[in-house]
T-cell receptor
Framework: GQQLNQSPQSMFIQEGEDVSMNCTSS?????WLWYKQDPGEGPVLLIA?????ELTSNGRLTAQFGITRKDSFLNISASIPSDVGIYFC??????????FGAGTTVTVRA | NAGVTQTPKFQVLKTGQSMTLQCAQD?????MSWYRQDPGMGLRLIHY???????DQGEVPNGYNVSRSTTEDFPLRLLSAAPSQTSVYFC???????????FGNGTRLTVT
């Protein structure tokens, strides 16, 4: 599959903070997807992006499809404790195969 | 709605043993797939199926077999388990076309 590089690898959040993460690829994607995985569960789709430059929101989450089509960004505004989990970016590299980034683990700062 | 159901939730095997991870979906999805999740590596595609009777390999198919005799079920077989197959396995399904994947809750497999 295509290599997707996600950063940061992990982050600590404090309630109320805005946080950002991104995903880059050496190849062009026509779709960017952002998933969240809660402990002990499977990933759940948060946002899907289909067009370069597109900015899409889902509640406090906002994601952007980079204009080069080689990157995407996810922002979480006003963090709350239930935002903890692992966030994955993903992109299809053909009709049937989806590549995932390694994930960004979000933890609450003590 | 059950969605995608995986069994068992946990399994411990000895090297060389065989087993089948079960996956069933009740959404009449044409596409089903198996991923493994390892720390620092995200999810990697093992095998997938675009419909009953049709399967194909993903990124990391070695050591795994699949079959798709019905639309609902997509079992993953380990014929001779190895410690390198210790992982969390996720089954996922979706409708044909550009629709989102629905994941099961995973099977955590340890091979000793």
């Amino acid at each position: 599959g295509q290599q997707l590089n996600q950063s940061p690898q992990s982050m600590f959040i404090q309630e109320g903070e805005d946080v950002s993460m991104n995903c880059t690829s050496s190849s062009i994607f026509n779709t960017w997807l952002w998933y969240k995985q809660d402990p002990g569960e499977g990933p759940v789709l948060l946002i899907a992006l289909y067009k370069a430059g597109e900015l899409t929101s889902n509640g406090r989450l906002t994601a952007q499809f980079g204009i080069t089509r080689k990157d995407s960004f996810l922002n979480i505004s006003a963090s709350i404790p239930s935002d903890v989990g692992i966030y994955f970016c993903a992109g299809p590299y053909n009709d049937y195969k989806l590549s995932f980034g390694a994930g960004t683990t979000v933890t609450v700062r003590a | 709605n059950a969605g995608v159901t995986q069994t068992p939730k946990f399994q411990v095997l000895k090297t060389g043993q065989s087993m089948t991870l079960q996956c069933a979906q009740d959404m009449n999805h044409e596409y089903m797939s198996w991923y493994r999740q390892d720390p620092g590596m995200g999810l990697r595609l093992i095998h997938y199926s675009v419909g009953a009777g049709i399967t194909d390999q993903g990124e990391v198919p070695n050591g795994y077999n699949v079959s798709r005799s019905t639309t609902e079920d997509f079992p993953l077989r380990l014929l001779s388990a190895a410690p390198s197959q210790t992982s969390v396995y996720f089954c996922a399904s979706r409708r044909a076309g550009n629709s989102p994947l629905h994941f099961g809750n995973g099977t955590r497999l340890t091979v000793t």
